[in-house]
């Protein structure tokens, strides 16, 4: 008799890349998709299964809005966090050329935001590009400095995604209102992490992911303010949907998938941010055994789930390699001839050598403390291997 040994998967500790579907969420959009279900087009007004299907949206769209305190009307269904930054940026520029052709972001946005900007950049748009603090944040002064009279758009994310430093958006968005301009805040890494009213925040534009809390990839959302000065060109023109804004089919089991995943994120707050920072704590207690070991991350100005690490003396390729066992990323960029460091990480100032030698941990609802324990005694092997002197 043979016996076959299932390879023992890595240990994932990437979820600022990615997250798993919850279970609960796989479980919702298995409704949207066979022949005996739910499958019609949202759209299709003309039967019953067209209007169940537009329920099932409507319904997505509830608990998304609830998520972040806004109305329902207020969201536009995209696909995914990179779409929704483009229809922030372009659509908001090119639908409001009268009021300025002035935009502020920063240099450590995602490349979404980042190449978008450039983008308007090779439009004719202006762009002011913050460099933000060692801790990753910009502050409203830094704001006030850049704002002019035609500034139309100010674009700051929630959390950074490679450091995890939250921006004091309440504080931005107030600034970017002084001068009469719009506020844009790229927020995937940040539902279910820190408060997202939007009222309270006073934002105007926000970009959401499905993936990045535990529902599918190719779905996001961006939240449109209902107010007569926030209006957007359309990216994607066709059937209208999207009240304009973005035509194309729903995806209903995606959308359905975002809206409990959404939800799932409000219900469980609490208890899942309790168990990440309980799993941060154990994974930086057990590397104290270790010298030269640099948190990039602003500890007590950052989420609990994301940790950037730099590991003095070691190349991060050869630490990636050597952690073969261990999911985790390096931020850096690899090019044929060579590997650059993460432009996230010399933004805030991490000297290139250090950055090189840079790590992310990011841990999720699912990362047990085995797995911070096993992953420990592999990084502090790892860590040690590469610090001898070959004999
Ligand atoms: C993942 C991510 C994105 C891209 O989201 P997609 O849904 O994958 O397009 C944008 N911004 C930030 C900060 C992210 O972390």
């Given at each position: 008799?043979?016996?076959?040994?299932?390879?023992?998967?890595?240990?994932?500790?990437?979820?600022?890349?990615?997250?798993?579907?919850?279970?609960?969420?796989?479980?919702?959009?298995?409704?949207?998709?066979?022949?005996?279900?739910?499958?019609?087009?949202?759209?299709?007004?003309?039967?019953?299964?067209?209007?169940?299907?537009?329920?099932?949206?409507?319904?997505?769209?509830?608990?998304?809005?609830?998520?972040i305190g806004a109305d329902p009307r207020e969201i536009v269904w995209t696909s995914g966090a990179t779409e929704a930054d483009n229809l922030a940026l372009i659509g908001y520029m090119r639908a409001n050329r009268e009021r300025g052709m002035h935009l502020v972001t920063s240099i450590i946005e995602h490349k979404a935001i980042v190449d978008?900007?450039?983008?308007?950049?090779?439009?004719?748009?202006?762009?002011?590009?913050?460099?933000?603090?060692?801790?990753?944040?910009?502050?409203?002064?830094?704001?006030?400095?850049?704002?002019?009279?035609?500034?139309?758009?100010?674009?700051?994310?929630?959390?950074?995604?490679?450091?995890?430093?939250?921006?004091?958006?309440?504080?931005?968005?107030?600034?970017?209102?002084?001068?009469?301009?719009?506020?844009?805040?790229?927020?995937?890494?940040?539902?279910?992490?820190?408060?997202?009213?939007?009222?309270?925040?006073?934002?105007?534009?926000?970009?959401?992911?499905?993936?990045?809390?535990?529902?599918?990839?190719?779905?996001?959302?961006?939240?449109?303010?209902?107010?007569?000065?926030?209006?957007?060109?359309?990216?994607?023109?066709?059937?209208?949907?999207?009240?304009?804004?973005?035509?194309?089919?729903?995806?209903?089991?995606?959308?359905?998938?975002?809206?409990?995943?959404?939800?799932?994120?409000?219900?469980?707050?609490?208890?899942?941010?309790?168990?990440?920072?309980?799993?941060?704590?154990?994974?930086?207690?057990?590397?104290?055994?270790?010298?030269?070991?640099?948190?990039?991350?602003?500890?007590?100005?950052?989420?609990?789930?994301?940790?950037?690490?730099?590991?003095?003396?070691?190349?991060?390729?050869?630490?990636?390699?050597?952690?073969?066992?261990?999911?985790?990323?390096?931020?850096?960029?690899?090019?044929?001839?060579?590997?650059?460091?993460?432009?996230?990480?010399?933004?805030?100032?991490?000297?290139?050598?250090?950055?090189?030698?840079?790590?992310?941990?990011?841990?999720?609802?699912?990362?047990?403390?085995?797995?911070?324990?096993?992953?420990?005694?592999?990084?502090?092997?790892?860590?040690?291997?590469?610090?001898?002197?070959?004999?």
């Amino acid at each position: 008799m043979t016996t076959t040994s299932t390879p023992s998967l890595p240990i994932y500790l990437d979820y600022a890349a990615t997250t798993p579907v919850d279970n609960r969420v796989a479980d919702v959009m298995q409704r949207y998709l066979t022949v005996d279900q739910l499958f019609a087009n949202p759209a299709s007004r003309s039967h019953m299964l067209g209007w169940q299907a537009e329920q099932a949206v409507e319904q997505a769209r509830r608990q998304v809005a609830d998520t972040i305190g806004a109305d329902p009307r207020e969201i536009v269904w995209t696909s995914g966090a990179t779409e929704a930054d483009n229809l922030a940026l372009i659509g908001y520029m090119r639908a409001n050329r009268e009021r300025g052709m002035h935009l502020v972001t920063s240099i450590i946005e995602h490349k979404a935001i980042v190449d978008t900007a450039k983008a308007l950049e090779s439009e004719g748009f202006e762009v002011t590009w913050l460099t933000p603090g060692e801790d990753g944040r910009t502050t409203p002064e830094q704001l006030r400095a850049a704002m002019r009279d035609d500034t139309a758009l100010v674009s700051l994310m929630a959390v950074n995604n490679e450091l995890g430093s939250i921006n004091d958006i309440a504080a931005l968005a107030e600034v970017a209102h002084e001068f009469g301009a719009v506020f844009h805040t790229d927020a995937a890494q940040a539902v279910g992490r820190i408060p997202l009213d939007v009222t309270a925040l006073g934002i105007d534009l926000m970009s959401l992911s499905g993936h990045k809390s535990y529902g599918p990839k190719g779905v996001g959302a961006l939240y449109v303010k209902r107010h007569p000065d926030i209006r957007l060109e359309a990216l994607i023109h066709g059937g209208g949907h999207e009240r304009g804004m973005r035509s194309g089919t729903l995806p209903t089991h995606q959308i359905a998938g975002m809206g409990e995943a959404f939800a799932l994120m409000q219900q469980q707050h609490a208890e899942d941010q309790a168990h990440i920072a309980g799993l941060q704590k154990r994974f930086l207690r057990g590397l104290d055994e270790l010298d030269g070991v640099v948190a990039n991350t602003p500890l007590d100005q950052a989420v609990p789930n994301i940790l950037n690490l730099a590991f003095e003396g070691i190349d991060g390729e050869s630490l990636l390699m050597a952690l073969r066992d261990v999911a985790v990323s390096t931020g850096s960029a690899c090019n044929s001839a060579s590997v650059d460091p993460s432009y996230v990480l010399l933004g805030v100032g991490v000297p290139r050598a250090l950055a090189l030698s840079s790590l992310r941990f990011s841990f999720g609802r699912f990362t047990s403390e085995n797995d911070i324990d096993h992953a420990l005694t592999l990084i502090r092997h790892a860590v040690t291997g590469l610090r001898t002197p070959p004999r």
